[in-house]
């Protein structure tokens, strides 16, 4: 099985810019739909953005779009979540998280991603 972990949080302004990363080991993310999720304070987790394992598919939220792209470098074997123009509302903890590699799309519902990393703080202060 893979095993994940996040880093790349911290503080930031609001109007900064952040990037994630997400390292994967055990298994290649070409096996799997890799995608990020956040959990506010007092909130449900919630989708934020996902590739595909081929890499041919990406989505993101509607809340986040513009702003935030997903990517992946399979010889790093790491996700990656570009977020530009951070508000304070995009305080969270950012997980990544994968699904098994079935379909071409990749899934946007939190039950179907099987594996999970710790999570990564981000805070952006007004």
């Known amino acids: 099985q893979v095993q994940l972990v996040e880093s790349g949080g911290g503080l930031v302004q609001a109007g900064g810019s952040l990037r994630l990363s997400c390292l994967a080991s055990g298994r290649t993310i070409a096996m799997y739909h890799m995608a990020w999720f956040r959990q506010a304070p007092g909130k449900e987790r919630e989708y934020v953005a996902a590739i595909s394992f081929s890499g041919g598919s990406t989505r993101v939220a509607d809340s986040v779009k513009v702003r935030f792209t997903i990517s992946r470098d399979t010889a790093k074997n790491t996700v990656y979540l570009q977020m530009n123009s951070l508000q304070p509302e995009d305080t969270a903890v950012y997980f990544c998280?994968?699904?098994?590699?079935?379909?071409?799309?990749?899934?946007?519902?939190?039950?179907?991603?099987?594996?999970w990393g710790q999570g990564t703080q981000v805070t952006v202060s007004s």
């Open positions: 998280a994968a699904a098994d590699g079935m379909g071409s799309s990749p899934p946007a519902t939190i039950g179907r991603y099987n594996y």
